[in-house]
């Protein structure tokens, strides 16, 4: 399974409160595309999701399979299935790009086999593992003697994020504006590397402002226009493209 819902989601920061009573559901396999303005509470829902220790959650509850994650931490919920790839992913000098993958995996091994058994992948075998996924997302094995995203260009950063799914495999990746900051060849080539990852057994959402990066997804199945803090409309793909055309205000004043 991979489903993750939303109920009745009330998040204050620094006392301001910024979610506002979020409602959403997504099914196993499903692409959702989360829109709407600067400020609508789109990121900070993002944030909360993975246990951002600066947004606290006043009522409602995140559920991860029909099990409520809001007592779990970050790792925990990692571990749990849940991923946030970043709109802005740090460099990390010092840290390899393959050490710190496989680190990872083996953690999250760990967390599924139980810490009382050992990781059963070898060096080579992770290798190997990880330049299948590599030329899955269009990078080139000299990615993995780098450093954590140290030098790597915008869009390479965040074909590094969707390298993290395709290694980790989560059950539901929080996408936060995976289109930021490129240009048009690399927004194409993001959205490509991030069909290639989706699956049956996974669910997507991505965080956007712009229907572009939409157009090149394989899948597209739900679009929900966030506004105020709450998720204001839904729709199919056909949404974004209306969106695309007529503005959210055409989507905020609908719904007065």
Do not use: C
């Not at 007592?71 to 299935?81: A, I, V, W």
């Not at 965040?158 to 993290?164: A, D, G, H, I, T």
Request: aromatic residues 8%; hydrophobic residues 35%; negative net charge.
């Amino acid at each position: 399974m991979a489903e993750l819902e939303i109920r009745d989601l009330h998040v204050k920061r620094e006392g301001k409160e910024i979610l506002k009573g979020v409602n959403l559901r997504t099914g196993s396999g499903e692409v959702h595309a989360l829109m709407g303005p600067n400020g609508s509470g789109k990121s900070t829902l993002a944030y909360t999701l993975l246990a951002h220790p600066k947004y606290e959650v006043t009522s409602g509850d995140i559920l991860l399979d029909g099990q409520s994650v809001l007592d779990l931490s970050t790792d925990e919920r990692s571990k749990k299935g849940l991923f946030l790839g970043f709109q802005y992913p740090v460099e990390v000098s010092g840290v390899g790009y393959s050490h710190f993958l496989r680190t990872a995996y083996n953690s999250l091994s760990k967390a599924i086999q139980g810490e009382d058994r050992e990781v059963f992948i070898t060096v080579r075998e992770f290798q190997k593992y990880l330049k299948d996924n590599l030329n899955q997302v269009g990078l080139k094995d000299e990615f993995l003697s780098r450093y954590l995203n140290e030098g790597f260009s915008g869009g390479e950063k965040k074909r590094s994020e969707v390298l993290q799914m395709a290694v980790l495999k989560p059950k539901v990746s929080i996408l936060d504006e995976p289109d930021s900051g490129l240009d048009i060849d690399a927004v194409q080539s993001v959205a490509k590397s991030i069909s290639e990852v989706a699956g049956k057994d996974s669910t997507i959402i991505i965080i956007t402002h712009y229907a572009r990066i939409l157009k090149f997804l394989n899948k597209l199945d739900h679009v929900h226009v966030f506004s105020d803090g709450r998720v204001i409309k839904s729709g199919d793909a056909t949404l974004a493209n209306e969106l695309e055309t007529r503005g959210y205000g055409w989507a905020i004043d609908s719904q007065a």
